[in-house]
């Protein structure tokens, strides 16, 4: 084979690798951001989930703003009792 030919194998060789190199890193991209969106996604569940219990709980929640949602938690989470009950 000559040096030409020899070379110009390299260098398909050479291309075919960076465009595995590319592949590989789009695929990882990819998988990073369907972690990120599957995340964003039991976040909100949570939220959504945990946001129906306090209304269930609390009465006359629909009628309460957020601070006062707020308030009253921070002030039941201040009783003494509270760590206990946390478990």
Do not use: C, F, W, Y
């Not at 959504?48 to 039941?76: F, T, Y």
Request: hydrophobic share 35%; aromatic share 0%.
């Amino acid at each position: 084979m000559s040096k030409q030919k020899t070379l110009a194998k390299v260098r398909e060789q050479i291309a075919q690798v960076e465009n595995d190199i590319r592949q590989g890193e789009n695929k990882v991209k990819r998988l990073l951001q369907k972690n990120h969106q599957q995340e964003r996604k039991d976040r909100t569940r949570r939220l959504i989930e945990r946001g129906a219990i306090l209304e269930s709980l609390i009465p006359d929640a629909k009628e309460l703003s957020n601070e006062q949602i707020q308030s009253l938690l921070v002030k039941v989470l201040k009783l003494p009792s509270a760590p206990n009950a946390i478990s």
